[in-house]
């Protein structure tokens, strides 16, 4: 059953096109992330869904409702959507109770009762009922903002950047926490963010947009693994980017031949390789591309180990262990093929035509 939809959404402010032709569909209990770099219309998107930008064109459907299109405007709170912003925009005079009551003005006073502490419980503040936000941390106050918005039982919950307010160390745990709760719930939720990481761990599914144009769709394994553009492989992990040139289905490249299918002959193409699937043997005799250390940095897991190319090119490889190849060891260079993305130059960016 269909959760939230958008269909052949577009809209511009003035001549800036913020979204062009949009359309997707999230499923009833799905939790999908919107992501894209900063500009790309995510937020727009997300203000459409709500109504609280008015609809230029297309249509937006939350469950069985199509809430606006041509002649069909329904008014932000009748659309049954829960709203939360990156400020958590928290009612600072109101106890933490009546700010999760808040969505349930126009209920009696049992049902309100009845919700606010079950919805308390759901995010684990059922003993902060009486106290004021100031008094919360960050975490906390976030989940205060979680309740509020499921407690009226929206048809979908949208979330506009939710955790970029917070420190990177509650930032992770306070992810975990929202994910946990809307699974609780069984939300159906949009979750904006520009971080590709959290959309791949939150997502059940993320859209990547850019420039306005939803360019991938899918799990984050997915659009991970086969990334439909240079763009998407690039925003969703750390890539070495090389050029080639193809010849039989073969792109030749710094680093090496790699496979090129489908791809004519004297095209031009971007050769993006992660740097995971870079494996480096200390043997001289072994297959690869001969290449030499420069620099090496321990990260903890793993390390990354900057590596010359006999044409001068530099790559990374991000190899498993603390003990990397130290600067000057010289390397052979296997490619594992599952790491490695070929995409014909001219087929990079959208164009933004409205
Ligand atoms: P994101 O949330 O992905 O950062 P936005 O949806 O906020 O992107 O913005 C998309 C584009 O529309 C950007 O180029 C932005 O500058 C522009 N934009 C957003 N809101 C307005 C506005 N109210 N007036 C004019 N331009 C806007
Ligand atoms: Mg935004």
């Given amino acids: 059953m269909t959760g939230l939809a958008f269909r052949h959404v577009s809209h511009r402010y003035g001549d800036v096109p913020a979204l062009t032709d949009l359309s997707f569909e999230i499923d009833d209990g799905e939790v999908c992330c919107l992501v894209g770099p900063s500009g790309c219309g995510k937020t727009t998107a997300l203000r459409i869904a709500a109504g609280l930008e008015s609809l230029q064109h297309g249509e937006v459907q939350i469950g069985d409702r199509v809430v606006a299109g041509p002649g069909i405007d329904v008014p932000p709170e ?94 992770e745990e306070v992810r975990e926490e929202t994910l946990t709760i809307l699974r609780r719930a069984g939300a159906t939720a949009l979750v904006v963010t520009h971080d590709a990481e959290e959309a791949m761990y939150m997502g059940d599914r993320i859209a990547v947009l850019q420039r306005g144009h939803l360019v991938q769709l899918g799990r984050p394994d997915e659009v991970y693994r086969h990334p439909q553009s240079a763009f998407v492989a690039k925003f969703l992990g750390d890539v070495n980017w090389l050029h080639g040139t ?19 002959n004297g095209e031009r193409v971007d050769v993006l390789i992660r740097p995971e699937g870079l494996h480096l043997c200390r043997d001289p005799g072994a297959a690869g591309r001969e290449a030499t250390v420069v620099a090496n940095h321990l990260l903890g897991h793993s390390s990354l180990v900057v590596l010359k190319l006999d044409q001068g090119e530099e790559v990374r490889a ?35 035509t409205g």
């Fill in 78 to 171: 009748k659309r049954c959507v829960g709203l939360v912003f990156q400020d958590f925009a928290l009612f600072p005079h109101m106890t933490v109770a009546d700010n999760v009551a808040f969505g349930l003005r126009g209920r009696d006073g049992a049902t309100r009762k009845r919700l606010v502490g079950e919805f308390l419980d759901l995010v684990g503040l059922a003993d902060y009922a009486a106290k004021y936000p100031h008094m919360l941390s960050g975490g906390e106050q976030q989940r205060v903002a979680l309740a509020r918005a499921l407690a009226p039982q929206p048809g979908v919950i949208l979330l506009d950047e939710p955790f970029s307010g917070l420190d990177v160390r509650l930032r």
């Fill in 246 to 264: 193809v010849a039989d289905e073969v792109a030749e490249s710094a680093i090496g031949p790699v496979a090129a299918a489908g791809i004519d």
């Fill in 318 to 352: 991000r190899i498993a262990g603390d003990k990397p190849p130290a600067p000057g060891d010289d390397v052979r260079i296997r490619i594992e093929d599952d790491a490695v993305f070929v995409f014909p130059c001219k087929r990079q960016e959208p164009r933004n």
